[in-house]
């Protein structure tokens, strides 16, 4: 019933731009901060940035500058931009919803590939 589908994932040269989107559904999206994950082999999966019902980012250190997290709510999808890509930002990433309040319930996308090489 709840999904969230990621896509826009894709292979970028260094210091190229990338946008991901993720579309929910079977939510309350308005209910849910929004946040995008990745994760490389052999690596664990971080936190890249979160987005708050009411629209509070974070960043993780790593990308600050370069990637923004963003939500339209009327089409239940958020969005990452990443700019200026590096190599180390290679890694699935993955969408990640979790209601506000009750914040056991939580639910995962399928993830989606970033490829940054030359």
């Known amino acids: 019933q709840v999904q969230l589908v990621e896509s826009g994932g894709g292979l970028v040269q260094p210091g190229g731009s990338l946008r991901l989107s993720c579309a929910a559904s079977?939510?309350?999206?308005?209910?849910?901060?929004m946040g995008w994950y990745r994760q490389a082999p052999g690596k664990q999966r971080e936190l890249v940035a979160a987005?708050?019902?009411?629209?509070?980012?974070n960043y993780a250190d790593s990308v600050k500058g370069r990637f923004t997290i963003s939500r339209d709510n009327a089409k239940n999808t958020v969005y990452l931009q990443m700019n200026s890509l590096k190599p180390e930002d290679t890694a699935v990433y993955y969408c990640?919803?979790?209601?506000?309040?009750?914040?056991?319930?939580?639910?995962w996308g399928q993830g989606t590939q970033v490829t940054v090489s030359s």
């Open positions: 990640n919803a979790r209601h506000r309040i009750f914040r056991t319930d939580e639910y």
């Open positions: 079977g939510i309350i999206f308005s209910s849910y901060a």
């Open positions: 987005i708050t019902s009411g629209g509070s980012t």
